[in-house]
């Protein structure tokens, strides 16, 4: 009754609306916190924080940045007494981010990156030509592109460090946005990824249906996606645009997707399979130019809605590319430029 009363009095008092009073006090809290976050946020916690989440283990993360596991414990509870929130479930499975401690990862990502930038930044203005770029591709692009650009960024740049992470969006894609990855590259998603990255496309890619040479429907005419649909597939992970699109032109069709499909993006392993079995595959031309000209592999006439689709960069929007990413994508932009006048695109 007693806090009733003064609240009470308060407003009569001074005329401070209830509303007004709780934005005080929540304004407040923030204002408390950010200082807190400001004056005791060390960066040993946040790397401490970013590592526990990628190997879920306290004992692991501790070992990884070369400290002891009470050192590491220490840590995280006064991180945790800081910030006044739990930010690890200890479970069966491991330490899990709680959705504050999440929350926490996520930025602590981003700052880590920036400062790996920075300093890739003050390396640049020492050594003139140096620098690191992380990049994630994606099939469309490794072939022809992605080759031909590092090639020229050898040249200006023959002191840059180059790393190269494939895969596919759903996994790409989160990547950089905490920071791991500079640019991605490869076929844009039709979901466009929302507001916070920006995506740029410098090309239309075709996708063909493919088949090894010899095979029964090599010479055939005309063909439909309900004759192709039985016979075994090597298709794209279902999370991937690509087979999105797949899915919908057999739906369109009438006939249900293949159900007995291999779903690899590895290059290698359908490689070798569409060339040593009966199994259809779906592939970027330029990913599969060559073993057509040589007479490896055959183009079914098939008509797919899905059959262009645009290759280009995703970054993020916020915070700065290094200088060694900035000269990849200005390189970048050229070489599919060159490539596109060329015909070669």
């Known amino acids: 009754m007693g806090s009733w009363t003064l609240i009470q009095v308060n407003y009569v008092d001074f005329d401070i609306p ?4 709780n934005r005080m006090a929540l304004d407040d809290t923030y204002s408390n916190l950010k200082h807190r976050v400001a004056t005791r946020l060390k960066l040993q916690q946040l790397r401490l924080l ?18 002891s596991q009470p050192a590491a414990t220490k840590l995280l509870k006064s991180l945790e007494a800081d910030f006044g929130v739990e930010l690890f479930e200890r479970t069966n499975r491991g330490a899990i981010p709680t959705a504050a401690g999440a929350a926490l990862v996520r930025h602590g990502r981003l700052i880590l990156a920036q400062l790996s930038h920075a300093a890739q930044e003050l390396d640049d203005l020492a050594e003139g030509t140096g620098g690191r770029v992380v990049l994630g591709t994606l099939l469309a692009a490794s072939a022809l592109l992605l080759p031909a650009t590092i090639a020229a960024v050898r040249v200006d740049r023959p002191n840059v460090s180059i790393v190269i992470r494939e895969g596919t969006n759903d996994r790409l894609i989160p990547a950089l946005r905490d920071g791991s990855l500079d640019l991605v590259l490869g076929r844009l998603s039709d979901y466009r990824y929302r507001e916070d990255l920006a995506q740029e496309a410098l090309y239309e890619e075709r996708v063909c249906v493919v088949v090894r040479s010899g095979h029964e429907l090599a010479s055939v005419k005309r063909l439909t996606l309900k004759r192709l649909r039985d016979w075994g597939w090597i298709l794209p992970p279902p999370e991937t645009t690509l087979r999105r699109q797949i899915d919908k032109e057999f739906q369109d069709a009438g006939v249900e997707p293949p159900s007995n499909a291999v779903e690899s993006v590895s290059h290698l392993t ?4 569409v060339r040593h079995t009966d199994m259809l595959s779906i592939w970027p031309y330029h990913v599969i130019e060559e073993d057509v000209e040589r007479g490896d592999l055959v183009i079914l006439p098939i008509a797919l809605a899905a059959a262009f689709g645009p290759v280009g960069v995703s970054t993020r929007r916020s915070g700065r590319l290094s200088p060694a990413a900035t000269a990849f994508l200005e390189t970048l932009r050229r070489t599919a430029a060159d490539l596109g006048a060329s015909g070669l695109l």
């Open 270 to 273: 359908n490689r070798y399979l």
């Open 50 to 67: 970013v590592a526990i989440a990628d190997q879920s283990s306290i004992l692991h993360a501790a070992r990884s940045l070369n400290i």
């Open 18 to 21: 209830i509303c007004n009073i």
